[in-house]
């Protein structure tokens, strides 16, 4: 008797499970920009109700009051009851009772364009639209109490779009009826859908594709093939460095924010984000675009498939100091070894864009807790991660080539790290690191640690010793990195 119930008990967890899955049509029309995207959403409710909860974010990655973009109709819903509640972000629904629901609502583009700050909210007019899945599909509530690696079936169907109007996703490609099973916040929340008139590329890293869509014609030497060049001299060596190759898809998408041939807006502003299997840029589009601002941009974002992805922080904000801080030095570091800059154009980016920009940051000593509290709130709070990240980073690689010889380097710890991460499905901690960084080094750097990363006091890197052909020096109040060209410098060495 007791045998049978445990078996029930261990079972019932897989039967309550069992019916994750939810069924969404996405329905064309041909003034999306008045009408946006309809969306019907069925779903099998594991239980008779007459009430049913959906999930929808009312702010997420610096976008606020998103429930402006949600329009919810009794016309389209006549059977049903509906309250949103923004504050909660929450949708009651009140229906006949039953264990089926289907609803209706529409996604629309809430601002006008052309507006240059937007880089997170729906875009969507009779052209293109350009959705995070996060913004794009509602979820019940239930969904999201689950475990977080929970996968679920997200069957999504495309209706009615034209032939020319090109679909595309992180998941799959120009399919017009989908089976996705993946988890929800890492999963369809971390998702980037698009459609209109995009044009496509591909190539192919040991048999498995990448992809690269954009749309309009970018200026100053933005062209098709120096952006797909570049990307696939990225994609190719970061995936050699990490010796990883598990990816099967992979895409990269770039969509502009504001496009104008004209010198009106006189700038440059541009963002990269890292999703699930796949990184989109947004900017803008005009005669100021910046080469060296996308190369840098290009190699922070594909970096984070390792360094935030597989390598997943375990406190978030707290560990952005390695997520954001390892990722922009190895952002220069992978460029110098691709030979993408010279070891001259390495030295003034590293000086001028992380030592000086660190170094003349107002909120450089604020302590790591701190960053937490305030990173979405300040940009210089926000930058301080980066920075100070990447000269630690810089230091220890320094002081585990000094070690070994020049038989290991900071190369090898991450790769190591990326073993223990994966294989035994851990997070990164700062106490994970640490105890590689005392297996590298031989020799405890807690103290060390706590004192410039954690608690934000300078580090004086003029004292400290650096490998042959490294020095710093202080100029102008402000530590500056020296290098002999004339010695067989062994940095980026495999």
């Known amino acids: 008797m007791f045998r049978k119930l445990f078996i029930l008990i261990f079972l019932l967890p897989l039967f309550a499970y069992s019916q994750d899955k939810i069924s969404y049509k996405v329905y064309y029309n041909k003034n999306l920009e008045q009408n946006g995207l309809k969306v019907q959403v069925d779903y099998t409710l594991k239980k008779v109700s007459d009430?049913?909860?959906?999930?929808?974010?009312?702010?997420?990655?610096?976008?606020?009051?998103?429930f402006n973009n949600l329009t919810i109709s009794k016309e389209d819903n006549p059977d049903l009851d509906i309250e949103t509640l923004p504050a909660n972000n929450k949708i009651k629904i009140t229906m006949k009772k039953g264990e089926k629901l289907s609803l209706i609502y529409h996604i629309k583009q809430d601002f006008k364009d052309p507006d240059y700050k937007i880089f997170h909210r729906p875009r969507i007019n009779t052209t293109f639209f350009h959705v995070l899945g996060k913004n794009l599909f509602i979820v019940p509530r239930s969904f999201t109490q689950i475990p977080e690696d929970r996968e679920f079936?997200?069957?999504?169907?495309?209706?009615?779009?034209?032939p020319q109007f090109k679909l595309h996703n992180n998941f799959v490609t120009q399919l017009r009826k989908m089976k996705i099973k993946t988890s929800l916040w890492d999963g369809l929340y971390s998702s980037l859908f698009i459609g209109g008139d995009y044009r496509f590329h591909s190539f192919k890293v040991q048999n498995k594709p990448v992809y690269f869509v954009l749309r309009d014609q970018w200026q100053n030497g933005f062209t098709d093939e120096f952006l797909f060049s570049n990307l696939k001299k990225a994609v190719q060596s970061q995936r050699d460095f990490w010796k990883d190759y598990d990816q099967d898809y992979f895409s990269v998408t770039m969509t502009p924010t504001v496009s104008q041939k004209d010198t009106l807006f006189k700038g440059y502003s541009t963002t990269g984000s890292a999703i699930k299997n796949a990184f989109m840029i947004q900017g803008t589009n005009n005669p100021f675009n910046s080469k060296n601002?996308?190369?840098y941009l290009m190699h922070h974002e594909l970096m984070h498939e390792w360094i935030g992805n597989k390598i997943q922080n375990k406190n978030e904000e707290l560990n952005y100091w390695f997520s954001e801080g390892f990722t922009d030095y190895y952002t220069y570091k992978n460029?110098?070894?691709i030979k993408d800059i010279s070891i001259e154009e390495w030295q003034k980016l590293f000086n001028n864009e992380v030592i000086q920009n660190y170094w003349t940051n107002p909120q450089r000593n604020i302590p790591n807790y701190k960053i937490k509290d305030d990173f979405w709130k300040s940009r210089d709070v926000e930058k301080i991660p980066y920075k100070r990240g990447a000269i630690f980073a810089f230091w220890l690689d320094n002081q585990i080539m000094l070690r070994t010889r020049n038989k290991k380097s900071l190369d090898d710890l991450m790769r190591e790290l990326l073993q223990i991460c994966t294989e035994r499905k851990v997070k990164f901690t700062d106490e994970l690191f640490l105890d590689l960084a005392q297996k590298y080094l031989d020799k405890d750097i807690n103290y060390f640690f706590q004192k410039h990363i954690i608690?934000?006091?300078?580090?004086?890197?003029?004292?400290?010793?650096?490998?042959?052909?490294?020095?710093i020096m202080t100029i102008n109040g402000i530590p500056h990195l020296g290098v002999d060209t004339c010695k067989d410098i062994k940095y980026c060495v495999e």
């Open 293 to 295: 601002s996308f190369l």
């Open 153 to 162: 079936e997200f069957f999504i169907e495309w209706v009615d779009f034209p």
């Open 455 to 471: 608690n934000g006091e300078d580090l004086d890197l003029v004292t400290q010793k650096w490998i042959d052909g490294f020095e």
């Open 51 to 66: 009430t049913i909860s959906f999930y929808y974010a009312n702010a997420n990655w610096g976008e606020n009051n998103l």
């Open 335 to 337: 460029r110098l070894r």
